[in-house]
């Protein structure tokens, strides 16, 4: 796999994440430790993004 389509897949996943989150916070009886599992999960993917986009510069 390239690190091009890393990234892609990367951001699908982010994107994926993010739409799950939503579907959480939308229903009110949401585990609060649920919500933040995901927002780690999403953290995790954006750093490591934002890594590879950056050695991919140099």
Do not use: F, N
């Amino acid at each position: 796999m390239t690190i091009q389509a890393h990234i892609a897949s990367l951001e699908k996943k982010h994107g994926a994440l993010e739409e799950e989150l939503q579907s959480v916070l939308a229903s009110p009886s949401t585990d609060d430790r649920k919500i933040a599992d995901i927002k780690r999960r999403k953290l995790r993917l954006k750093d490591e993004l934002q890594r590879l986009k950056a050695s991919t510069r140099h």
